[in-house]
């Protein structure tokens, strides 16, 4: 049987929560939701997710940082993250990438595409699993 993996939305924007707390749970996924850098970090304190879905912009504190922390941190250094973002120059995806981002989506976004690539990023994390 195959892992439930828990998967943290990070987003001061309550319509990217419903949309893709919606979607994961279909998908079987269990799904938390931050609106802040604060509620994340508190969240992935009390329990490491398997992957986070970021966005950068976000009121006092950004995505950006929140990335610093969690891949700054030995014990949460190896949670996923992909930054779920407005912001899409390639100087905005390098920046994420650069602070320790796995994987960077634009929005608007597909939820379709965005699935894909929650699923390839976790697929390896399965693999992990069964060895």
Do not use: W
């Not at 996923?80 to 407005?86: E, G, H, T």
């Not at 994987?103 to 929650?118: D, G, N, Q």
Request: net charge negative; glycine share 4%.
């Amino acid at each position: 049987m195959q892992k439930k993996f828990d998967i943290l939305i990070v987003d001061d924007d309550p319509q990217v929560h419903k949309i893709i707390a919606k979607m994961l749970p279909l998908e079987g996924y269990s799904v938390r939701s931050a609106y802040s850098a604060d509620e994340a970090l508190t969240s992935v304190a009390r329990a490491k997710p398997d992957l986070i879905i970021l966005d950068i912009m976000m009121p006092k504190v950004s995505g950006i940082e929140v990335c610093n922390k969690i891949k700054g941190n030995p014990e949460t250094k190896d949670i996923m993250i992909l930054i779920l973002s407005a912001k899409d120059a390639q100087a905005d995806r390098i920046e994420g990438l650069t602070h320790g981002a796995d994987e960077y989506i634009s929005k608007p976004f597909h939820m379709r595409h965005l699935m894909r690539k929650i699923e390839h990023m976790l697929a390896g994390k399965d693999e992990e699993l069964k060895q």
